[in-house]
């Protein structure tokens, strides 16, 4: 078989040519990213209008003080690794991401820790829990929250206290109703409402150190306790009015008691406490 060497390696330096030549475009178009001068930077911050702890301009001060804020640095001096270290050893930010982008600007995305509850204890601690129960000290957190006092270790805390703020900001009916959760030496949990004059009492949770029944366990408490309370606000405070009651204890089965207001005591020395029925209905 004869081959016509003359013509083939004509043919492949033609081809080589003509990818030299694209090659050699490409790169002519394509801008040096080395002498890149970033002159724009984009901070995105999870949650930053309705809940949480920064704002982008908290994370660009951050960073100037830091001396890694990037605007007005060469791309190639931007060191995005470090950048998402330093905000990563924020005790507020939970991810970090910090990226380039094609015409010199530097783009910066934030997930930060969400908190469910402030707890404010006997002890005199005063700390937030986040979604995933961490315990985060400090912060200027300035959205609606609610509030746990009295006798809360942390473990309590983060295992029930938390747990229940989060069933509770689940259902639009009580995350409007409660702003306060008590904690009572028992562990008895007392509900302190926004609306009306009186504080709701719902026991204490059966406890447990597996998780998964500690779980079920405070899910079924609040679902029975807060149905009552929910029958109870139809069916008797409408009716008697919302400011009657001082104190409405859930604690047992099938009953409320409710103690009367001091404003409606009538001359009596002690306040009257009414029992109601299952149903929520207040006996007069």
Known sequence: MYINWKKTLFVALNTALAGYLVLAVTSFNKPDKSSLTCNRVQITVADADSSGFLSALEVKKLLTDRHLYPKGKKLSLVDLRAIEDVLKENKFINTAECYKTEDGNVGITITQRLPVLRVKSDTGEDYYIDADANIIQGGNYVSDLIVATGNISTWYAQNYVAPVSEWLKKSELWDNQVEQINILPDKSIELVPRIGNHIVCLGRI?????????????????????????????????????????????????????????????????????????????NQ
């Not at 409405?248 to 099938?254: A, R």
């Open 206 to 282: 059966p406890e447990s150190n597996i998780k998964e029944r500690r779980e079920r366990n405070i899910q079924r408490f609040m679902e029975k306790k807060l149905g009552r309370l929910d029958k109870f606000y139809r069916y008797g405070l409408n009716q008697v009015g919302w400011n009657k009651y001082s104190y409405i204890n859930l604690e047992f089965d099938n009953q409320v008691i409710c103690r009367k207001s001091k404003t409606h005591w009538n001359g009596e020395p002690d306040p009257e406490t009414a029992t109601a029925s299952a149903t929520g209905k207040a």
